[in-house]
């Protein structure tokens, strides 16, 4: 999913692109102001579904999910710094391996040092398809995803794993401003909060 990251979001796509345990990239950009999609176009594995306004996160990994016929999905953000490919494949490896449902990728940055709880909500992660298609359309809203797929996956299915790993993400105070970026994650933190009563 990827919403005004045209500045950010080629050096994600040149690691996707290099990741040979990737068969295809899809961006889908939820109602970019910006060129975001014609960036997209650059890339070789790359592919761009284009929503004609914003409609979320989840609805976005959702139309994703939907446009691939893939059994294991990796997610991740369009504004990531330092991932690698062997980052990737670290991530997806333990679920094609049948280790677990689900791995994770905690970022190194410092919020999710800090605060645990909010690091396996990172972004970063494979899955299985099933789990996906099985997760309840109550966490399939905005930011509630990844709180609903660990609740879920830990609940229902054999697990979720994860490790930390040397790299980060843009934050949004300094993509979007400011007052921008403080009401965009305090709006992230209330649709978390309510993943984590939902699951209760």
């Known amino acids: 999913p990827a919403y005004d990251e045209a500045e950010r979001i080629a050096d994600v796509l040149t690691v996707l692109d290099r990741t040979p345990i990737l068969n295809e990239v899809i961006v889908v950009d939820d109602g970019s102001r910006d060129n975001t999609d014609q960036i997209v176009k650059r890339f070789n594995k790359a592919r761009c579904l284009k929503n004609p306004k914003n409609m979320g996160k989840a609805y976005s990994m959702d139309l994703g999910v939907k446009s691939t016929n893939a059994e294991i999905v990796f997610f991740c953000d369009a504004d990531l710094k330092g991932?690698?490919?062997?980052?990737?494949?670290?991530?997806?490896?333990?679920?094609r391996k049948n280790h677990c449902d689900m791995f994770i990728g905690l970022r190194g940055n410092i919020m999710q040092k800090a605060v645990p709880l909010f690091a396996v909500n990172s972004g970063e992660r494979a899955i299985r398809r099933e789990v996906w298609e099985n997760l309840p359309a109550c966490f399939k809203r905005g930011y509630r995803v990844e709180a609903g797929l660990n609740h879920f996956t830990k609940r229902y299915g054999r697990g979720f794993g994860s490790q930390r790993f040397p790299y980060s993400q843009s934050i949004k105070e300094t993509k979007y401003g400011v007052w921008r970026g403080t009401g965009l994650r305090w709006r992230m933190n209330y649709e978390v909060s309510i993943a984590y009563l939902r699951a209760m």
Do not use: F
């Not at 991932?83 to 679920?95: F, G, K, N, S």
């Open 83 to 95: 991932l690698t490919p062997e980052i990737v494949e670290q991530i997806v490896e333990p679920v």
